[in-house]
């Protein structure tokens, strides 16, 4: 059984360029969130998708965008980027029905300068 | 909105001490989650929780649910340097997380 992989691991960015993360779900799971966490707090709900389709959205701006595949990976699109948008991004499998529990992947470190 | 609280948000103690923290929230989650995580990792989840008033035991860690389903707690015995780490909860579909307990455990 596949883990759940997400590249890059780290990557710097411009203040105003753009950037697109990607996930790899756990084999056998059709459900993706995205997280992200800053230093020192608890990862925040950006959006999830459910076979292709959003199914859920934090309180994150339009500017944070989603896709979901086939194969049930996904990449996460964030335009405009804002120095506040350095964080921790992580991505979650999960199949609906197990109690909400969700695998995740190592994280891609963002660092905007 | 629904809101998880943890606390302490600090834990320093030494090798073989015990410890509990906890996750309090006035809303009902109809499950909770515990996860823990490592510096520059993700999560890892360690175990779910869903009947009010259950508690699981995960070797030296033992998980309560709290009997309205509103709160839970974590305790740890005889706690190793192995077990340092961010502990978080989380509820809900679309997963509320708390901001976590980070305990260091010396040797």
């Known amino acids: 059984e596949t883990g759940v992989t997400q590249s890059p691991t780290h990557l710097i960015k411009t203040r105003g360029q753009q950037v697109t993360l990607r996930c790899s779900s756990q084999?056998?799971?059709?459900?993706v969130s995205w997280y992200q966490q800053a230093l020192g707090q608890g990862p925040q709900f950006i959006f999830q998708y459910y076979r292709e389709e959003e199914n859920g959205r934090g309180n994150f701006p339009p500017r944070f965008s989603g896709l979901q595949f086939p194969n049930y990976s996904s990449e996460l699109n964030v335009n405009a980027l804002e120095l506040d948008d350095s964080a921790l991004y992580l991505c979650a499998s999960s199949y609906p029905g197990q109690s909400y529990e969700q695998y995740f992947g190592p994280g891609t470190r963002l660092t905007v300068t | 909105t629904q809101l998880l609280e943890q606390s302490p948000q600090f834990l320093s103690i030494q090798e073989g001490e015990n410890l509990t923290v906890y996750c309090n929230s006035s809303s009902v989650f109809s499950s909770l989650q515990w996860y823990r995580q490592e510096p520059g990792e993700g999560p890892v989840l360690l175990v779910t929780?869903?009947?009010?008033?259950e508690v699981k035991k995960l070797k030296r860690l033992t998980f309560q649910f709290g009997d309205a389903r509103k709160d839970s707690s974590l305790h740890i015995t005889a706690a190793q340097p192995g077990d340092t780490g961010l502990y978080l909860c989380?509820?809900?579909?679309?997963?509320?997380f708390g901001d976590g307990t980070t305990l260091t455990v010396k040797p």
């Open positions: 989380a509820g809900g579909g679309k997963s509320t």
């Open positions: 084999s056998g799971h059709n459900t």
């Open positions: 929780v869903v009947t009010g008033g």
